[in-house]
């Protein structure tokens, strides 16, 4: 894989920005819970945050391979604050894409530059993999619509300003705008995850919310086969590379330590045994980038298949991540179970990637059913 | 537009593997897409047919079958047509 000069210079200084403002920080951030608001705007200052929207609507203009390198660079150093990442542009994107022109007006260049944070509002207690049977309801009343419904699992609701959220109407699915202030709208943090546990994550109880027609993102019965569906086409794209980074981070963990510490009067790095778990994350890693980057480049040409090659990735950089994260702390033995090394939080947070954006099995579902529809059509051909 | 027609018949083939599509056949009832294909039949037309679809496009009626996909196709590329989604 060889990157273009620019992206080597969008590469090195992703890479300066984490290993300054994030890597220091990423173990206090995850034993408290929170993302100091100084971290989100430094995020905002560079940039960061408007990643994937072109630089005429506030963006930074960068292309999807460069959008992965900076996901990539940002979830070495934290996935939390890569999820951050993650669901602001997934936000962002679908208004750029899919929005009326007042809303692109109202949020593009806001929240390009971070004074507005957004986040993705899907899941709800009986709606996770199948997305079909969300029950938030959205129901005309006059020139508006009000929402009811619970949704959970939402990263970063306890700071975002605006939330792409999705309800059933009589029309079908609908994705709205709705905005932090809304009355009706109560959020509750949620603690004590597994994982990512600085994402400050919430719940959102809608009870009667008044949302204005105009805040109807798309048109009624498209929220799920249009809105939600590339919206997650980013997400799993941002999680892939988001996935390397916590692998090359695991890597690069285990090769200082394995050379400085001994056992049996030899450095780890030379028993055979660890030289295989470091074998094999050194090829899981090469292999989930080059992955990520195949669906950059095809995501970049708006080639069709980019959709089906960024689920691969993405399955395959998740499994990858959260095999690499295991022999991490393997290789660190009870230090690797202890918070004063890194790799524990890797363990953890590499697990909720095997579950977020699409789970394992979800993605398995897809590849293999895309596998066989092709099987099928080169054998429509031969006939 | 037969050209049209014809590239679309050879993008659902793939997609809808071991029927055969008829022009004027619904395809989003036949129940035979998984969830990715909506998506990816947009960025097909895209591609293909160098067309921008926006929020002003998505009405089934634009979608539905190879016929009403290549009249969306001819409205797009006609000349009076200024595009949309920059």
Partial sequence: MELTFEQQRLRAAFREFADAHIVPHANTWDREERMPAEMVRQLASKGYLGAVLPADCGGAGFNMVGFGLLNEELGRGCSSIRSLLTVHSMAALTIWRWGAEAQKAQWLEKLGQGQAIAAFALTEPEAGSDAREIRTEAVVSGDDFLLSGHKKWITFAQIADLFLVFARSQRGPCAFLLERNTPGLVISPVHGMLGTRASMMAELHLEQCRVPKRNLVGAPGFGLSHIASSALDCGRYSVAWGCVGIAQACLETCLRYTGQRKQFGTLLRDHQLVQRMIAHMVVGVKAARLLCYNAGQLKDAGDPTSMIEISIAKYFACKTAAEIARDAVQIHGANGCSSEYPVERFYRDAKIMEIIEGSNEIQEITIAQSACQEVADSAAIAR | ?86
Avoid at chain 2, 6 to 26: M, N, P, S, V
């Fill in chain 2, 1 to 86: 537009m037969e050209q049209a027609k014809e590239k679309l018949r050879a993008f659902l083939a793939r997609h809808i593997a071991g029927r055969t599509i008829a022009d004027e056949d619904q395809i989003f009832a036949s129940g035979f897409v998984n969830s990715m294909f909506a998506m990816q039949l947009v960025l097909f037309l895209e591609k293909n047919f160098k067309i921008a679809i926006g929020n002003e496009d998505l009405e089934l009626k634009n979608f539905q079958s190879i016929n009403a996909m290549a009249e969306l196709i001819e409205r797009k590329t006609s000349p009076s047509q200024n595009g949309s989604n920059s």
